[in-house]
Protein backbone atom coordinates (compact mmCIF):
# COMPACT_ATOMS: atom_id res chain seq x y z
CA UNK A 1 0.00 0.00 0.00
CA UNK A 2 1.44 3.74 -0.97
CA UNK A 3 2.78 5.22 2.49
CA UNK A 4 3.24 2.14 4.12
CA UNK A 5 6.33 2.65 6.37
CA UNK A 6 7.78 -0.08 9.48
CA UNK A 7 9.28 0.54 12.72
CA UNK A 8 11.59 -1.80 13.92
CA UNK A 9 14.60 -2.60 16.78
CA UNK A 10 17.61 -4.33 15.35
CA UNK A 11 17.95 -5.83 19.34
CA UNK A 12 14.16 -7.04 19.16
CA UNK A 13 12.41 -9.44 17.17
CA UNK A 14 9.18 -6.95 16.69
CA UNK A 15 8.22 -4.56 13.82
CA UNK A 16 4.85 -2.51 13.95
CA UNK A 17 3.60 -1.60 10.04
CA UNK A 18 2.13 1.62 9.63
CA UNK A 19 0.24 3.40 7.18
CA UNK A 20 -2.03 6.63 6.51
CA UNK A 21 -5.50 5.63 5.20
CA UNK A 22 -8.07 8.78 4.33
CA UNK A 23 -6.33 10.46 7.44
CA UNK A 24 -6.52 7.64 9.43
CA UNK A 25 -3.10 6.36 11.55
CA UNK A 26 -2.57 2.77 11.06
CA UNK A 27 -0.87 0.71 13.39
CA UNK A 28 -0.19 -3.30 12.94
CA UNK A 29 1.92 -5.12 15.37
CA UNK A 30 1.67 -8.69 13.58
CA UNK A 31 2.47 -11.55 16.43
CA UNK A 32 2.58 -14.72 14.93
CA UNK A 33 1.14 -17.55 16.95
CA UNK A 34 -1.13 -15.68 19.32
CA UNK A 35 -4.27 -16.35 19.45
CA UNK A 36 -5.68 -13.17 21.01
CA UNK A 37 -6.96 -10.16 18.42
CA UNK A 38 -6.54 -7.05 19.34
CA UNK A 39 -7.90 -3.09 17.91
CA UNK A 40 -7.66 0.25 19.84
CA UNK A 41 -8.93 3.48 18.53
CA UNK A 42 -7.91 6.56 20.25
CA UNK A 43 -9.46 10.05 19.41
CA UNK A 44 -7.47 12.60 20.41
CA UNK A 45 -9.82 14.12 22.88
CA UNK A 46 -10.30 14.09 25.88
CA UNK A 47 -11.79 15.65 29.37
CA UNK A 48 -8.80 18.29 29.10
CA UNK A 49 -10.66 19.60 25.80
CA UNK A 50 -13.47 21.99 27.01
CA UNK A 51 -12.42 25.37 25.66
CA UNK A 52 -11.12 25.03 21.94
CA UNK A 53 -11.29 27.00 18.65
CA UNK A 54 -13.44 25.28 15.99
CA UNK A 55 -11.40 25.84 12.26
CA UNK A 56 -12.11 28.82 10.61
CA UNK A 57 -13.86 30.79 13.22
CA UNK A 58 -12.40 33.43 15.79
CA UNK A 59 -13.48 33.02 19.16
CA UNK A 60 -12.99 29.80 21.28
CA UNK A 61 -15.97 27.24 22.24
CA UNK A 62 -16.62 26.35 25.83
CA UNK A 63 -18.53 22.96 26.32
CA UNK A 64 -19.65 21.57 29.59
CA UNK A 65 -17.09 19.42 32.02
CA UNK A 66 -17.51 15.97 31.46
CA UNK A 67 -18.54 15.85 27.76
CA UNK A 68 -15.76 14.05 26.77
CA UNK A 69 -16.80 11.11 29.03
CA UNK A 70 -20.55 11.68 28.45
CA UNK A 71 -19.85 11.23 24.95
CA UNK A 72 -18.14 8.27 25.69
CA UNK A 73 -20.98 6.48 26.76
CA UNK A 74 -23.06 7.55 23.96
CA UNK A 75 -20.97 6.39 21.05
CA UNK A 76 -22.31 2.36 21.58
CA UNK A 77 -25.55 3.68 21.21
CA UNK A 78 -27.16 2.99 17.36
CA UNK A 79 -30.59 3.24 16.22
CA UNK A 80 -30.70 -0.19 15.83
CA UNK A 81 -29.31 -1.08 19.11
CA UNK A 82 -26.94 -1.59 21.67
CA UNK A 83 -23.21 -2.10 20.33
CA UNK A 84 -21.70 -3.73 22.91
CA UNK A 85 -24.24 -6.42 22.80
CA UNK A 86 -23.60 -6.72 19.20
CA UNK A 87 -19.64 -7.41 20.20
CA UNK A 88 -20.34 -9.86 22.70
CA UNK A 89 -22.71 -11.65 19.80
CA UNK A 90 -19.67 -11.43 17.86
CA UNK A 91 -17.82 -13.39 20.80
CA UNK A 92 -15.35 -10.56 21.43
CA UNK A 93 -15.16 -8.46 24.34
CA UNK A 94 -15.26 -4.63 24.02
CA UNK A 95 -14.79 -1.29 26.20
CA UNK A 96 -13.93 2.12 26.24
CA UNK A 97 -12.64 5.28 28.79
CA UNK A 98 -11.73 8.52 28.13
CA UNK A 99 -8.63 9.79 29.73
CA UNK A 100 -7.47 13.88 30.33
CA UNK A 101 -6.26 13.77 26.93
CA UNK A 102 -7.55 10.73 25.13
CA UNK A 103 -10.58 8.70 24.71
CA UNK A 104 -9.91 5.23 23.28
CA UNK A 105 -12.45 2.41 22.16
CA UNK A 106 -10.87 -1.34 21.91
CA UNK A 107 -11.92 -4.83 22.09
CA UNK A 108 -10.37 -8.09 21.57
CA UNK A 109 -11.65 -11.85 20.50
CA UNK A 110 -10.57 -14.96 19.15
CA UNK A 111 -12.75 -14.92 15.89
CA UNK A 112 -14.93 -12.54 13.71
CA UNK A 113 -12.07 -10.41 13.74
CA UNK A 114 -13.06 -8.36 10.29
CA UNK A 115 -16.51 -8.14 11.76
CA UNK A 116 -15.61 -6.55 14.97
CA UNK A 117 -12.95 -4.50 13.50
CA UNK A 118 -16.27 -2.75 11.40
CA UNK A 119 -18.19 -2.66 14.39
CA UNK A 120 -15.51 -0.53 15.86
CA UNK A 121 -15.53 1.70 12.77
CA UNK A 122 -19.13 2.19 13.05
CA UNK A 123 -18.88 2.90 16.69
CA UNK A 124 -16.63 5.77 16.52
CA UNK A 125 -17.68 7.18 13.42
CA UNK A 126 -21.28 6.84 13.49
CA UNK A 127 -23.26 8.32 16.50
CA UNK A 128 -27.03 8.62 17.34
CA UNK A 129 -28.06 11.02 19.89
CA UNK A 130 -31.58 11.77 20.99
CA UNK A 131 -32.99 13.43 23.72
CA UNK A 132 -34.34 11.23 25.75
CA UNK A 133 -31.22 8.74 25.95
CA UNK A 134 -29.38 11.69 26.40
CA UNK A 135 -31.59 12.65 29.43
CA UNK A 136 -31.53 9.11 30.72
CA UNK A 137 -27.79 8.96 30.16
CA UNK A 138 -27.00 12.20 32.25
CA UNK A 139 -28.60 10.31 35.17
CA UNK A 140 -26.74 7.23 34.92
CA UNK A 141 -23.28 9.66 35.35
CA UNK A 142 -25.09 11.55 37.99
CA UNK A 143 -25.37 8.34 39.80
CA UNK A 144 -22.02 7.34 38.96
CA UNK A 145 -20.16 10.90 39.97
CA UNK A 146 -22.60 10.16 43.31
CA UNK A 147 -20.89 7.14 44.27
CA UNK A 148 -17.13 8.04 43.37
CA UNK A 149 -18.01 10.51 45.60
CA UNK A 150 -17.63 7.53 48.51
CA UNK A 151 -14.56 6.22 47.04
CA UNK A 152 -11.72 6.81 49.11
CA UNK A 153 -9.17 6.61 46.70
CA UNK A 154 -11.14 8.66 43.82
CA UNK A 155 -11.97 11.54 46.55
CA UNK A 156 -8.34 11.21 47.46
CA UNK A 157 -6.79 11.90 43.97
CA UNK A 158 -9.24 14.58 42.59
CA UNK A 159 -8.36 16.41 45.70
CA UNK A 160 -4.09 15.90 45.18
CA UNK A 161 -5.94 17.59 41.47
CA UNK A 162 -7.89 20.50 42.39
CA UNK A 163 -4.74 21.62 44.95
CA UNK A 164 -2.41 21.08 42.69
CA UNK A 165 -4.00 22.75 39.57
CA UNK A 166 -6.33 25.89 39.97
CA UNK A 167 -7.45 26.91 37.00
CA UNK A 168 -5.93 24.06 34.29
CA UNK A 169 -8.71 21.82 33.64
CA UNK A 170 -6.62 18.63 34.20
CA UNK A 171 -8.38 19.53 37.96
CA UNK A 172 -11.44 18.80 36.78
CA UNK A 173 -12.88 15.37 37.56
CA UNK A 174 -12.92 13.24 33.92
CA UNK A 175 -16.95 12.50 34.52
CA UNK A 176 -17.46 16.14 35.17
CA UNK A 177 -20.07 17.22 37.68
CA UNK A 178 -23.66 16.62 38.62
CA UNK A 179 -24.00 20.19 37.13
CA UNK A 180 -22.16 20.09 34.37
CA UNK A 181 -23.79 17.21 32.67
CA UNK A 182 -26.98 18.92 32.63
CA UNK A 183 -26.23 20.95 30.41
CA UNK A 184 -25.07 18.58 27.89
CA UNK A 185 -27.65 18.22 24.70
CA UNK A 186 -27.52 16.78 20.94
CA UNK A 187 -26.21 19.61 19.47
CA UNK A 188 -23.06 19.55 22.21
CA UNK A 189 -22.70 16.17 21.34
CA UNK A 190 -22.95 16.65 17.57
CA UNK A 191 -20.63 19.37 17.78
CA UNK A 192 -17.46 17.60 19.62
CA UNK A 193 -18.43 14.90 17.55
CA UNK A 194 -17.83 16.91 14.35
CA UNK A 195 -15.05 18.54 15.40
CA UNK A 196 -12.95 16.07 16.94
CA UNK A 197 -14.38 12.33 16.00
CA UNK A 198 -12.46 12.67 12.36
CA UNK A 199 -10.11 10.19 10.67
CA UNK A 200 -7.59 13.11 11.05
CA UNK A 201 -7.90 13.05 14.53
CA UNK A 202 -7.04 9.40 15.10
CA UNK A 203 -5.25 6.37 15.31
CA UNK A 204 -5.78 2.93 15.02
CA UNK A 205 -3.80 0.17 16.82
CA UNK A 206 -4.16 -3.77 15.97
CA UNK A 207 -2.30 -6.52 17.38
CA UNK A 208 -2.45 -10.12 16.72
CA UNK A 209 -2.01 -13.17 14.31
CA UNK A 210 -3.36 -10.92 11.54
CA UNK A 211 -1.88 -9.51 8.27
CA UNK A 212 -1.08 -6.12 7.88
CA UNK A 213 -1.83 -5.49 4.23
CA UNK A 214 -5.18 -7.18 4.57
CA UNK A 215 -5.57 -4.84 7.96
CA UNK A 216 -4.63 -2.03 5.57
CA UNK A 217 -7.23 -2.70 2.71
CA UNK A 218 -9.61 -3.67 4.79
CA UNK A 219 -9.42 -0.11 6.74
CA UNK A 220 -9.69 1.67 3.63
CA UNK A 221 -12.98 -0.45 2.34
CA UNK A 222 -14.73 0.09 5.72
CA UNK A 223 -14.40 3.58 5.97
CA UNK A 224 -16.85 6.10 5.19
CA UNK A 225 -15.47 9.01 6.11
CA UNK A 226 -12.13 10.37 4.85
CA UNK A 227 -10.78 12.98 7.11
CA UNK A 228 -7.60 13.84 5.05
CA UNK A 229 -8.31 17.64 4.90
CA UNK A 230 -8.60 17.46 9.24
CA UNK A 231 -7.19 20.96 11.07
CA UNK A 232 -6.57 20.50 14.35
CA UNK A 233 -8.89 22.59 16.73
CA UNK A 234 -6.94 24.74 18.86
CA UNK A 235 -7.24 23.53 22.33
CA UNK A 236 -7.01 26.60 25.05
CA UNK A 237 -5.56 25.91 28.01
CA UNK A 238 -5.38 28.86 30.85
CA UNK A 239 -2.35 30.31 32.72
CA UNK A 240 -1.48 27.96 35.45
CA UNK A 241 0.31 29.62 38.26
CA UNK A 242 2.79 28.13 39.80
CA UNK A 243 1.47 27.94 43.39
CA UNK A 244 -0.62 25.34 45.29
CA UNK A 245 -3.37 24.90 47.35
CA UNK A 246 -2.77 23.89 51.22
CA UNK A 247 -2.59 20.41 52.65
CA UNK A 248 -6.41 19.57 53.42
CA UNK A 249 -8.26 17.01 54.91
CA UNK A 250 -11.07 14.53 54.09
CA UNK A 251 -13.54 12.78 56.14
CA UNK A 252 -15.17 9.36 54.89
CA UNK A 253 -15.68 6.24 56.89
CA UNK A 254 -12.39 4.19 56.61
CA UNK A 255 -10.84 2.07 58.56
CA UNK A 256 -6.93 3.61 58.05
CA UNK A 257 -6.48 7.00 57.29
CA UNK A 258 -5.02 7.05 53.84
CA UNK A 259 -2.70 9.83 52.87
CA UNK A 260 -1.53 11.32 49.28
CA UNK A 261 1.29 13.66 48.64
CA UNK A 262 1.14 15.49 45.18
CA UNK A 263 3.69 17.55 43.64
CA UNK A 264 3.33 20.23 40.39
CA UNK A 265 5.86 19.78 37.87
CA UNK A 266 7.12 21.95 35.30
CA UNK A 267 5.86 23.10 32.08
CA UNK A 268 7.88 20.64 29.62
CA UNK A 269 6.82 22.03 26.83
CA UNK A 270 7.17 19.65 23.05
CA UNK A 271 10.07 18.87 22.60
CA UNK A 272 9.75 15.25 21.55
CA UNK A 273 12.61 13.45 22.68
CA UNK A 274 13.19 15.92 26.09
CA UNK A 275 9.74 15.11 26.96
CA UNK A 276 10.15 11.03 27.04
CA UNK A 277 13.58 11.28 28.44
CA UNK A 278 12.11 13.68 31.25
CA UNK A 279 9.19 11.50 31.88
CA UNK A 280 11.60 8.19 32.06
CA UNK A 281 14.42 10.21 34.26
CA UNK A 282 11.56 10.78 36.47
CA UNK A 283 10.26 7.31 36.93
CA UNK A 284 13.56 5.60 37.33
CA UNK A 285 14.22 8.82 39.96
CA UNK A 286 10.91 7.29 41.82
CA UNK A 287 11.76 4.19 41.90
CA UNK A 288 14.86 4.42 43.51
CA UNK A 289 13.52 6.79 46.43
CA UNK A 290 9.44 5.22 47.06
CA UNK A 291 10.33 1.63 45.84
CA UNK A 292 10.34 -0.98 47.99
CA UNK A 293 14.26 -1.57 47.75
CA UNK A 294 14.34 2.02 48.50
CA UNK A 295 15.73 3.19 51.93
CA UNK A 296 12.84 4.88 52.69
CA UNK A 297 10.49 2.50 52.67
CA UNK A 298 11.99 0.39 55.06
CA UNK A 299 12.11 3.11 57.19
CA UNK A 300 8.49 3.81 57.04
CA UNK A 301 7.50 0.52 57.21
CA UNK A 302 9.85 -1.09 60.05
CA UNK A 303 8.67 1.96 62.11
CA UNK A 304 4.79 1.25 60.96
CA UNK A 305 4.12 4.13 59.40
CA UNK A 306 2.88 1.98 55.89
CA UNK A 307 2.99 -0.65 54.39
CA UNK A 308 3.45 -0.07 51.26
CA UNK A 309 4.25 3.35 48.81
CA UNK A 310 2.28 3.94 45.97
CA UNK A 311 3.75 6.14 43.22
CA UNK A 312 2.76 7.94 39.76
CA UNK A 313 3.66 10.48 37.48
CA UNK A 314 2.49 12.38 34.75
CA UNK A 315 4.72 14.43 32.26
CA UNK A 316 2.68 16.14 29.63
CA UNK A 317 3.25 19.60 27.69
CA UNK A 318 1.41 21.58 29.49
CA UNK A 319 1.49 20.34 32.94
CA UNK A 320 3.15 17.47 34.82
CA UNK A 321 2.49 16.18 38.48
CA UNK A 322 3.81 13.63 40.52
CA UNK A 323 1.99 11.54 43.35
CA UNK A 324 2.93 9.13 46.37
CA UNK A 325 0.00 7.35 48.53
CA UNK A 326 -0.11 5.07 51.08
CA UNK A 327 -2.45 4.00 54.07
CA UNK A 328 -1.08 5.03 57.55
CA UNK A 329 -1.80 5.30 61.36
CA UNK A 330 0.67 8.22 61.19
CA UNK A 331 -0.22 10.18 58.09
CA UNK A 332 1.30 13.46 58.69
CA UNK A 333 4.31 11.57 60.01
CA UNK A 334 4.74 9.70 57.02
CA UNK A 335 4.33 13.25 54.81
CA UNK A 336 7.08 14.65 56.29
CA UNK A 337 8.86 11.78 56.04
CA UNK A 338 8.09 11.77 52.50
CA UNK A 339 8.94 15.59 51.89
CA UNK A 340 12.20 14.80 54.00
CA UNK A 341 13.18 12.14 51.93
CA UNK A 342 13.26 14.58 48.62
CA UNK A 343 15.32 16.98 50.52
CA UNK A 344 17.59 14.31 51.19
CA UNK A 345 18.24 12.79 47.48
CA UNK A 346 18.38 17.03 46.93
CA UNK A 347 21.30 16.79 49.40
CA UNK A 348 23.16 14.26 48.73
CA UNK A 349 21.94 12.29 45.49
CA UNK A 350 20.85 8.80 45.01
CA UNK A 351 23.23 5.71 45.08
CA UNK A 352 24.79 4.91 41.57
CA UNK A 353 24.01 1.42 42.15
CA UNK A 354 20.53 1.58 43.07
CA UNK A 355 20.30 3.85 39.72
CA UNK A 356 21.59 1.07 37.52
CA UNK A 357 19.49 -1.49 39.58
CA UNK A 358 16.24 0.35 38.61
CA UNK A 359 17.37 1.05 35.10
CA UNK A 360 18.08 -2.30 33.95
CA UNK A 361 14.77 -3.60 35.58
CA UNK A 362 13.31 -0.69 33.43
CA UNK A 363 14.90 -2.02 30.37
CA UNK A 364 13.65 -5.62 31.34
CA UNK A 365 9.88 -4.21 31.18
CA UNK A 366 10.32 -2.71 27.96
CA UNK A 367 10.80 -5.88 26.49
CA UNK A 368 7.77 -7.60 27.55
CA UNK A 369 5.64 -4.47 26.42
CA UNK A 370 5.23 -6.36 23.47
CA UNK A 371 2.91 -8.83 25.02
CA UNK A 372 0.82 -6.77 26.50
CA UNK A 373 -1.18 -5.04 23.30
CA UNK A 374 -3.34 -2.79 25.04
CA UNK A 375 0.19 -0.83 26.63
CA UNK A 376 2.04 -1.14 23.39
CA UNK A 377 -0.85 0.42 21.31
CA UNK A 378 -0.64 3.44 24.17
CA UNK A 379 2.58 3.94 24.18
CA UNK A 380 2.80 3.69 20.68
CA UNK A 381 0.31 6.19 19.42
CA UNK A 382 1.15 8.53 21.85
CA UNK A 383 5.03 8.28 21.00
CA UNK A 384 3.85 8.73 17.09
CA UNK A 385 1.72 12.12 18.17
CA UNK A 386 5.23 13.42 19.46
CA UNK A 387 7.26 12.65 16.59
CA UNK A 388 8.33 9.47 17.98
CA UNK A 389 8.07 5.85 17.98
CA UNK A 390 7.69 3.38 20.54
CA UNK A 391 11.82 1.52 19.36
CA UNK A 392 13.35 5.20 20.37
CA UNK A 393 11.66 4.56 24.07
CA UNK A 394 14.77 2.45 24.15
CA UNK A 395 17.36 4.27 22.64
CA UNK A 396 16.42 6.95 25.01
CA UNK A 397 15.79 5.19 28.37
CA UNK A 398 19.76 3.49 27.25
CA UNK A 399 20.64 7.80 27.25
CA UNK A 400 19.68 8.13 30.86
CA UNK A 401 22.38 8.78 33.00
CA UNK A 402 22.53 9.25 37.16
CA UNK A 403 22.61 13.08 36.48
CA UNK A 404 19.66 12.83 34.51
CA UNK A 405 17.73 10.86 37.13
CA UNK A 406 18.62 13.59 39.60
CA UNK A 407 17.57 16.98 37.20
CA UNK A 408 13.97 15.01 37.07
CA UNK A 409 14.06 16.10 40.89
CA UNK A 410 12.92 19.80 39.40
CA UNK A 411 9.23 17.47 39.30
CA UNK A 412 9.47 17.06 43.30
CA UNK A 413 9.58 20.99 44.40
CA UNK A 414 8.45 21.09 48.01
CA UNK A 415 7.09 24.49 47.40
CA UNK A 416 5.43 22.67 44.73
CA UNK A 417 3.67 20.26 47.15
CA UNK A 418 0.54 19.49 48.63
CA UNK A 419 -0.69 16.63 50.92
CA UNK A 420 -4.28 15.63 51.25
CA UNK A 421 -5.58 12.93 54.45
CA UNK A 422 -8.73 10.74 54.15
CA UNK A 423 -9.54 10.22 57.98
CA UNK A 424 -12.42 8.06 59.33
CA UNK A 425 -15.45 10.30 59.88
CA UNK A 426 -18.45 11.84 57.56
CA UNK A 427 -18.01 15.42 56.40
Known amino acids: MPGMSVYKSASLNEKIQHAQIDGLTVFVLPKKGFHRKYAEIFVRYGSNDNVFVVPGQDRATEVPAGIAHFLE ?155 SDFRQPERVRPCEPDRVGPDTSIRLPVPTPLLQVGWKGPVSGCDAVQLVSSEMSLALLMDVMFGRSSGLFSQVYEDGLADDLIYASEVWPDYSFVTVASQSMFPHKLADRIRQEVERVRRHGIDAVDFARVKKAAAGRYVTLFDSFDLVGEVQVHLHDIGLDIFAYRDILEGIDLDSAMAALDFLNNDRSLGVIVENGRG
Open 73 to 227: HKMFEKKWGDALTAFSALGSSANAYTANNYTSYMFHTLDNFGPCLELLLEVVFKPYFNAESIEREAKVIAQEIRMYNDVPEARLMRAIMEGLYLVHPVRLDIAGTEESIRHINKDLLNLCHEIFYTPGNMSLFVAGDVDPAWVFESVSGMLSAPG
